[in-house]
């Protein structure tokens, strides 16, 4: 089963994933499709807020955050990670639950990029905000970090995400019954 959808005036068939025995989600994945990534990032740009650096989890928003930069002609962007890194200094963290990760992670970020970040306008990013917990963790680490979060933004709000007013995305993604079928967004 498939969902066909335009996004950034490209039409996408998204495969339909068992998240349970009652619902479906769209599969949205932008790696290895550059057009899409390209066409998502230019139409995220024309509704951001100003910002003096993005941050995005890893690792599905890496693609978008970083095409992102290179469209604005910013030369940085930071990424929150799932694990800590040997060259990271200072590392700090926040625990997180995705809709389409099994069980609690950890989310670090590197001390080298939170004193960059510290006083600067930041805009959080990610490719599809579901629940709101990843973006709600990255949030808190920018905040720790003492970055003043100036917008969260998404190329599709799924479910309930899509009545948020506190993000910005260009198309809501329904969830689907067992059958494949759309549910109303409520």
Do not use: W
């Amino acid at each position: 089963m498939t969902y066909q959808m335009e996004i950034a005036g490209l039409t996408r068939n998204l495969p339909l994933c068992p998240l349970n025995d009652d619902l479906n989600i769209g599969a949205f994945v932008i790696f290895g499709d550059v057009e899409l990534t390209c066409a998502c990032a230019a139409e995220l740009l024309k509704i951001a807020p100003d910002f003096d650096y993005m941050v995005a989890p890893e690792a599905k928003a890496i693609p978008l955050v970083h095409e992102m930069a290179r469209q604005s002609g910013r030369n940085t962007y930071f990424l929150v990670r799932k694990a800590p890194k040997l060259y990271m200094d200072g590392v700090f963290a926040v625990e997180d639950q995705s809709i389409t990760t099994k069980g609690k992670q950890m989310l670090y970020m590197d001390g080298t990029d939170a004193r960059k970040i510290a006083g600067k306008r930041i805009l959080i990013l990610d490719d599809v905000i579901s629940t709101g917990g990843s973006i709600a963790a990255v949030e808190s680490l920018v905040k720790q970090a003492g970055g003043q979060v100036v917008g969260r933004m998404a190329i599709l709000a799924e479910g309930k995400a899509a009545l948020r007013d506190d993000i910005l995305f260009l198309k809501p993604l329904p969830l689907f019954d067992k059958a494949g079928n759309p549910l109303p967004i409520e």
